[in-house]
């Protein structure tokens, strides 16, 4: 088993450690960077703690775009309609939403999103639900300079006029090594949009700082931020220390968000104690501990 390292080149390290050589290239996306609708102005409400949704509230009128299946409830009036793209681009020519389909079936994701629209003349209410134990964050894109970079399945939902497209990283130690790949989410405009995180969120401001996170732990961060990995200590840490191979490091200025709970590491947890998956059953608070099961529930 061979074990790869990142190493910096200034670094003054035995010869027998590997190395890891990341690698930029100059790969860009010509229409990706384009003239954007102005978002609708959405007011909405957040209810809960740990189990969210979020209220959006509309005029007639007025959008709203989201993933598939995260829609809990919807007033009368409000219709929808499932689209392939954003709806951003109101002349977006066909190639375009091919290529804005295939961009998001990369990202792991539903190749149409569904938009929410009210058509009375009254406010309207449609909500959302988080996936799964964690908080709810509204971004008002306007207010952090019309763009965020989030993991790939962080977005819940967004204002209409919201451009959702695919970024890529520009590093191959990062594609390799960093948890979520060359491709995360980029989005764009001038209205609220609204990501999921697992756990705790816990929100950090570098003013030309280096943060060192676990690949997992990110959720998002603002475009005047560098992220890129490294190796987790030395090979007897990387190995043995429980925390990974690698770590995400994020430098520059601009915000960054991170959880404390990954989804990943929840599932990893939920299936090491699901017996019909392979895991085992503890019998935990119980003396008896899996004889307490004998005669089942």
């Known amino acids: 088993m061979m074990v790869v390292a990142l190493v910096d080149e200034t670094s003054d390290y035995d010869a027998c450690q590997p190395t890891l050589v990341i690698v930029y290239w100059n790969f860009k996306i010509p229409f990706l960077k384009v003239n954007l609708m102005p978002s609708h102005e959405v007011d909405y409400e957040v209810i809960g703690n740990d189990l969210q ?8 009128g007025e959008t709203v775009i989201a993933e598939a299946g995260v829609m809990n409830y919807m007033e009368e009036g409000i219709e929808y309609e499932t689209k392939m793209g954003d709806g951003s681009q109101p002349d977006q020519g066909f190639m375009s939403k091919v290529f804005s389909a295939a961009s998001r079936k990369l990202m792991g994701e539903s190749i149409f999103l569904t938009h929410f629209t009210n058509r009375q003349n009254v406010k309207r209410r449609v909500a959302f639900a988080a996936p799964y134990p964690g908080k709810i964050i509204p971004i008002d894109l306007s207010k952090i300079g019309g763009e965020i ?8 939902c967004a204002a209409m006029g919201t451009q959702i497209a695919i970024s890529f990283t520009k590093r191959l130690g990062v594609g390799f090594f960093g948890g979520e790949g060359f491709i995360l989410q980029r989005m764009s405009g001038d209205g609220k949009t609204f990501v999921h995180a697992g756990g705790t969120v816990v929100k950090k401001t570098l003013k030309g700082e280096t943060l060192r996170v676990d690949t997992g732990c990110l959720v998002a961060f603002t475009s005047g931020i560098d992220y890129n990995i490294e190796r987790a200590g030395n090979l007897k840490s990387m190995v043995l220390g429980g925390e990974g191979l690698f770590l995400a490091t994020l430098s520059g200025h601009g915000t960054v968000l991170l959880q404390s709970l990954p989804f990943s590491r929840l599932a990893d947890r939920v299936l090491q104690h699901a017996p019909s998956a392979g895991g085992r059953s503890t019998g935990e608070g119980s003396v008896l501990g899996g004889l307490g099961n004998l005669f089942g529930d």
């Open 53 to 60: 949704i979020v209220e959006v509230e509309l005029d007639q």
């Open 149 to 156: 970079i989030c993991q790939k399945d962080a977005f819940l």
